[in-house]
């Protein structure tokens, strides 16, 4: 009788406090926490109150009575967990610490720099203590970052984080500077002068190349940029797009691979009633491809998608999905490798569009007179490392197979922040538990590295923020010499379309009346000065003054 | 008990797995055939590491609880400390026993006129054939403490003298204002719900409370969310009197009732030795404890905001009560420093 985890959680575990009988696992503080690609209810446990569904961000919990077929792998995922990790030692409740309290009475001011989930859960994260407050800017003149630009638009469930979102932001002691960019318009000098601490939560915006020859024809994107595409990110509107082949290759198996192939196989008429951006869902509608093939260097059983993407991709009725192991057989019996097994036995609808999984196949190079016409593709075989690794080993095979879009989807990588340390490699800024130095922080992407989920910020941003209580406590941090006074008329002198909690309020109401007059959930505005020009539509609510003097 | 209302359709969003009322009482039902604790069956009673005794340090009382918070019982001798922690479980067990004997007198009277094949009616009789668990469970255990060595007494104080006269009163609203009754069920379940959630959250204290608290905050989160749902959908359907008849009886009932189970009663108060003024601060006149009852009540705030019983002008009643704040975003949401 178990309420049941399904795809959309985002490792938020919010739920884990609601529960009653501390049946929902890993926690946060359990070893595999970090590492897990959802959390599990215990069905032996659970007393189906529902407490957990209130809880979740992300909508992804359910009783098990209202799971619609394609759901049902997620019992089995929930049961395998705790048959795996039984958490015997549990206590009956989760604990949760006494709040730590600052010892140093503030008032204190932090500028955190980014509004996606890992600025938002940071500043939600400070805001639990009354001795702060909170600016968060963004160059965009909308917030949410890849809940907004990232998350894929048939993922509606998770996108009502933004409902959670929105309660964070309408804290008392929260501010926006939207539209403002950090380096641009405001320097960080200058925030470290009128703020007690700085944290940078500004993601992964890049992506990792290919490095092989050809990979700079047109037709070669990187999957972050399409992704920013078909959801309206306004820097990426103009990407050049060739959906007139009947074939598109995509080079990593990620999830976000699975998201770029689903969006480009989908019926269009699915992506009617989302909010995907116009002119993409425009193209996608006289799209000539037929197949997306997805390479992963290495077997199925090392597949980088997670198991939640794959279970939502297989109870996907609109989709053809073919499983090529390449040389390896499917072995295991866990959820997944039943789940690729059963794929790969399923027969085609030619009516359908495809999405072929290939494994242990990489791009060798990309073929054509400056577009991509074709990409040549080196089979592998696997090679237990040292360490005891499977590793991708080329065979030296290959094949070409003809393509008119290569999609790279080989992991985010994150930019150097300006006047901060970089670290190439990891595309990171060196930190220690998200302190950069004192007065400087990190939490999200630009700390960990493009790992992790949207909720998995909530605990990182506790990190960072644990961090800054030190700092704040011990005095290391010098009282800044500027204060935010006044920052508000500055800014606008600078960046005169600045954009407050009240205009991205008024973008927000707009862009919902567009979608509702088309049945969708939104229509998303594209073009900043757009955006700039809805925002400053947006008024101070009339006798506000007085309804805060009167207190009610 | 009349017809179910049509799931309300603004959001463009349908939440997945959201059922309507009557599958979600369906649901309940069925989990509390298959998840539920019997008082003489899932409590080991006569385990030795259950036993009550002397000078046990497991039950000093932590800032979990609103005496064990206070300047004043952290200044007492730790033998003190002990004797008044032992009679406070016992207390709290004891108003919790009597609540629940409220709970399901009231429930019965609105079950009488009950119309054949609500399912409001099944799971209302799962949640009080639990409720009798709980009684025995709370009774026994306060049995435990009496007379032993650890709380030297032959009778632990419940709620005020008052109250027992209160409850046939109380109890006849599950018929006339069944709505109003289920707001009362909830300020009786919330605050100790609240309290037990506390303590545990905060790493428990002796395995026989332990135990008695895990069984009680399992299945009085069914109740609550119960309650929530029950107020959902019949709230709307209120006339326009009793709506606004219960923008005032809610704030009320929710401080009234939290008084009755949380405050110990004079009697109480004397036998834990607690002196007048520091039962003031304790309750609630301190800023610290000021903040504690506000706490107490996030998750009903969210409830009434749901409901739409919490305007701005209602707002100022529930201030006056000491009852406001911030809503809770979900239901045992931690309450923040800020909140």
């Given at each position: 009788m178990p309420h049941v985890v399904t795809q959309s959680c985002c490792s938020d575990a919010s739920c884990v406090v609601a529960c009653p009988v501390n049946c929902i696992h890993p926690a946060p503080g359990d070893p595999d926490f970090a590492t897990a690609e959802m959390l599990y209810v215990d069905a032996a446990a659970c007393v189906d109150c529902g407490a957990c569904a209130t809880a979740c961000p992300a909508d992804a919990i359910v009783p098990h009575t209202t799971l619609t077929e394609k759901q049902l792998p997620f019992l089995a995922l929930n049961a395998e967990y705790f048959a795996a990790f039984p958490h015997a030692d549990r206590t009956p409740l989760a604990l949760v610490h006494q709040q730590r309290r600052l010892q140093r009475t503030g008032p204190f001011r932090v500028a955190v720099v980014g509004a996606g989930p890992a600025g938002l859960y940071t500043a939600d994260e400070l805001l639990k203590h009354p001795e702060i407050t909170v600016d968060v800017f963004d160059r965009l003149p909308t917030p949410y970052g890849l809940v907004r630009a990232g998350v894929a638009p048939d993922h509606q469930h998770t996108k009502q984080i933004e409902k959670l979102f929105a309660q964070i932001e309408s804290q008392p002691g929260f501010r926006y500077f939207l539209g403002v960019e950090i380096g641009k318009d405001l320097s960080h000098a200058e925030l470290t002068a009128r703020y007690h601490a700085v944290v940078y939560t500004v993601g992964a915006a890049s992506d990792k190349p290919l490095n092989i020859p050809g990979d700079d024809h047109a037709g070669s994107l990187s999957a972050t940029d399409f992704v920013g595409w078909y959801n309206g990110h306004p820097d990426k509107q103009d990407l050049a797009v060739d959906l007139s082949h009947e074939r598109v290759v995509i080079v990593g198996n990620g999830n976000v691979a699975l998201d770029c192939a689903r969006i480009l196989a989908e019926q269009p008429t699915r992506l009617?009633?989302?909010?995907?951006?116009t002119l993409p869902f425009g193209a996608l509608l006289t799209s000539k491809v037929r197949e997306v093939v997805i390479l992963g260097r290495r077997g199925p059983n090392e597949a980088a998608f997670t198991v939640p993407e794959l279970v939502g991709l297989a109870g996907h009725t609109g989709i053809n999905v073919v499983v090529d192991p390449g040389d390896g057989e499917i072995t295991g019996d866990d959820v997944k490798t039943r789940l690729l097994r059963e794929l790969a036995e399923r027969p085609l609808d030619p009516a359908k569009r495809t999405i072929v999984l290939r494994f242990l196949a990489s791009p060798v190079a990309v073929h054509g007179e400056g577009r991509v016409t074709a990409v040549e593709i080196g089979r592998n075989r696997l090679q237990v490392d040292a360490d005891g690794v499977p590793r991708a080993v080329p065979t030296g095979e290959t094949e070409v197979i003809e393509a008119g879009m290569l999609l790279r989807a080989v992991g985010y990588h994150g930019l150097p922040v300006t006047d901060l340390p970089y670290d190439a490699e990891s595309g990171t800024v060196p930190n220690r538990e998200g302190r950069v130095h004192p007065g400087v922080y990190v939490a999200g992407w630009v700390k960990r590295g493009p790992t992790g989920f949207i909720g998995t910020n909530k605990s990182d941003a506790e990190e960072t923020v644990d961090a800054i209580l030190d700092d704040l406590d011990s005095g290391i941090i010098p009282e800044p010499v500027g204060s935010t006074a006044g920052l508000r008329g500055v800014i606008r002198g600078r960046q005169p379309g600045m954009v407050d909690l009240a205009g991205w309020q008024a973008i927000d109401r707009e862009e919902k009346r567009r979608g509702a007059a088309a049945g969708r959930p939104r229509i998303k505005i594209v073009d900043v000065e757009e955006m700039r020009r809805v925002a400053t539509q947006a008024s101070e609510p009339r006798y506000s003054s007085l309804r805060r003097w009167v207190g009610v | 008990m009349t017809a179910v209302k049509p799931e309300k359709t603004a959001s463009a969003h349908v939440p997945q797995g959201r059922q309507s009322y009557y599958d979600t009482l369906r649901t309940l039902s069925e989990a509390s055939v298959t998840q539920h604790f019997r008082a003489f069956e899932d409590i080991a009673w006569d385990d030795p590491a259950y036993a009550v005794l002397a000078n046990d340090e497991r039950f000093i009382l932590t800032d979990a609880d609103e005496i064990g918070a206070s300047a004043w019982y952290k200044s007492l001798p730790k033998e003190r400390q002990i004797e008044i922690g032992a009679y406070r479980y016992a207390q709290v067990a004891k108003v919790g026993r009597q609540f629940e004997q409220l709970l399901i007198a009231g429930v019965m009277q609105n079950l009488i006129g009950m119309k054949d094949g609500n399912p409001e009616f099944r799971y209302a009789m799962h949640e009080v054939t639990e409720e009798t668990h709980h009684i025995q469970m709370f009774q026994e255990g306060v049995n435990r403490f009496v007379g032993s060595a650890a709380l030297d007494l032959d009778n632990v104080a419940g709620a005020p003298a008052w109250f027992k006269y209160a409850v046939p009163l109380l109890c006849s609203a599950g018929v006339w204002f069944p709505e109003a009754f289920f707001v009362g069920i909830l300020a009786g379940e919330e605050p100790i719900d609240h309290l037990q959630k506390s303590i545990m959250r905060a790493g428990g204290s002796h395995p026989l409370i332990d135990r008695i608290m895990q069984i009680h905050i399992a299945e009085e989160a069914r109740h609550i969310g119960f309650a929530h749902q029950y107020l959902e959908q019949h709230m709307p359907e209120m006339g326009f009197v009793k709506k606004q008849a219960m923008k005032v009886i809610f704030p009320v009932v929710m401080r009234l009732l939290c008084d009755v189970i949380m405050v110990p009663s004079k009697q109480a108060r004397e036998d834990m030795g607690i002196p007048d003024e520091v039962a003031k601060e304790i309750w609630w006149d301190s800023e610290e404890s000021r903040k504690r009852l506000r706490d107490m009540f996030g998750d009903v705030r969210m409830l009434a905001d749901n409901v739409g019983v919490r305007d701005r002008f209602s707002k100022v009643l529930w201030r006056v009560m000491g009852i406001d704040g911030r809503p809770s975003r979900h239901r045992s949401e931690v309450a923040s420093a800020a909140h």
């Open positions: 009617e009633s989302t909010d995907i951006s | -």
